[in-house]
């Protein structure tokens, strides 16, 4: 017999079950770059979802091809063959990524899975020839690649690793500001080290890769041999103002994890773009690569790929974004003036306010009240270390821009006043990890 409760059937990721099912929490509906709350507010979303909806919320193109592709074939699988929408759908990610560097393309579900594959790739890739020693994988401090088990190793921001028991014995981390860190682990463990994996924005804090680590990663790639991937998860579609960061590198990444906005949010897509030179060890050994997805690269996410990629050509989505750039620009300027905000910072469509009272950053704690504030005055934000960070639709229309702007304004103004009349400013202050 079932047994009745009160308790509130869905536990929310990331939330204490004390915040489960607050009404100002609980969305209804999305539209464009707004979303419908239980409490009857639409708040302007300054998000795109998590960093996915690119082109805005029920494109009605993309939910067509998806229906379509659902009625010609609602399930067929990658395990042990292939199918036809998997095979388009690789060579238009192929064409967009770079054909003559870039030979597959490896389904996944997420950016945390995509993670772990490429790991797996790498520290395979170094077995097949005979370099069984090469099995680290070197991070960024403060980066964020998921939270399966593999991933959550490589996540280079303290989420509880310890506690939950995640090896991180073959992954290390450096700074991300120069590479003199991983200068010197190179110089210690050079020949252990199997792959080094970065985000061209780091997730957690939307802080871009100066020029001088870029630079340096190409070129400890060449005297080391490592192979250097670009997580991509975040940044990839137009986030950063092309369709992936990494083509302004020096040179091209041995691996492309891509995610979000591939689908624009509608389907569980994640990718992993494979260099000739990867493929090729395989091909020599006819290896077998052991990953595989249940519903990776299923026909209904091949066709919202697809259909992703004409819609952001229709839509003019990397023109409409340098736009949406230049408005940003002009909002955080504005905003670098308030009490609680030291500069604006980030890339493109991917920002960050810095937030600090007295010079001081501010706590976790202090953060959520701000992001709180915000959305009471009716805008999505997200968290980050000693930040609030933006990441709008490419597709933004200035009245879009103006409701965040209000709601920014309002939020941090009563965030001030909230925490003037707090003890929370005397608590411990949040740092970056080092």
């Known amino acids: 017999m079932p047994v009745e409760s009160d308790r509130y059937p869905l536990w929310e990721l990331l939330n204490p079950p004390s915040s489960f099912g607050l009404e100002t929490a609980t969305a209804v509906r999305a539209e464009g770059t707004r979303v419908l709350f239980s409490d009857g507010v639409w708040r302007q979303c300054a998000t795109s979802g998590l960093w996915n909806a690119n082109l805005g919320y029920g494109n009605r193109r993309i939910a067509e091809e998806i229906h379509r592709a659902l009625l010609d074939a609602s399930y067929l699988t990658l395990f042990r063959g292939g199918h036809r929408a998997a095979v388009e759908a690789s060579r238009a990610l192929l064409d967009l990524f770079g054909p003559r560097h870039f030979g597959r393309i490896v389904f996944s579900t997420s950016g945390g899975a ?7 790739l790498a520290r395979q890739y170094w077995a097949l020839q005979r370099q069984f020693q090469r099995r680290i994988v070197v991070g960024l401090k ?6 399966t088990y593999g991933s959550h190793a490589l996540t280079g921001t303290p989420l509880g690793q310890s506690y939950y028991g995640v090896d991180r014995r073959h992954i290390r981390h450096v700074g991300h500001e120069d590479p003199a ?5 190179l110089g210690r463990e050079g020949e ?10 780091l997730g957690t804090g939307a802080y871009p890769l100066p020029a001088e680590m870029v630079a340096g990663l190409c070129r400890l790639r060449d005297e080391y041999g490592f192979l250097l991937v670009a997580d991509e998860v975040a940044t990839g579609f137009g986030r950063t103002g092309r369709y992936f960061a990494s083509e302004a590198w020096p040179g091209r990444p041995d691996m492309l994890l891509a995610s979000k906005g591939i689908t624009n949010g509608t389907c569980a897509v994640a990718t992993v773009a494979v260099s000739h030179q990867i493929c090729e060890v395989f091909e020599r050994r006819d290896a077998v ?7 990776a690269g299923v026909p209904a996410s091949c066709a919202a790929i697809l259909a992703t990629l004409e819609e952001m050509e229709r839509l003019r989505a990397l023109e409409r974004a340098a736009a ?7 909002l955080l300027a504005e905003l670098a003036g308030h009490v609680l905000v030291t500069e604006g910072d980030g890339v493109g469509c991917f920002r960050a306010l810095r937030l600090a009272v007295d010079g001081e950053e501010l706590a976790a704690e202090a953060v959520a009240l701000v992001a709180a504030e915000i959305r009471a005055a009716g805008a999505l934000v997200s968290m980050g270390p000693g930040c609030v ?5 490419l597709v933004y229309e200035r009245d879009d821009v103006e409701r965040l702007s209000r709601s920014l304004h309002v939020g941090l ?3 001030a006043e909230a925490l003037s009349s707090t003890a929370m400013l005397a608590r411990p202050l949040s740092c970056r990890s080092s």
């Open 389 to 393: 960070q933006l990441a709008p639709a």
């Open 413 to 415: 103004d009563r965030a």
């Open 142 to 147: 403060g980066s964020y690649h998921g939270l």
């Open 181 to 185: 860190e991983l200068v010197d682990l």
């Open 324 to 330: 949406v750039t230049h408005w940003l620009d002009d």
């Open 289 to 295: 690569l052991a990953h595989a997805e249940t519903q």
């Open 114 to 120: 995509a993670n772990d594959l490429a790991m797996k």
């Open 192 to 201: 252990r080290v199997a792959a080094v994996v970065v985000e061209p924005v």
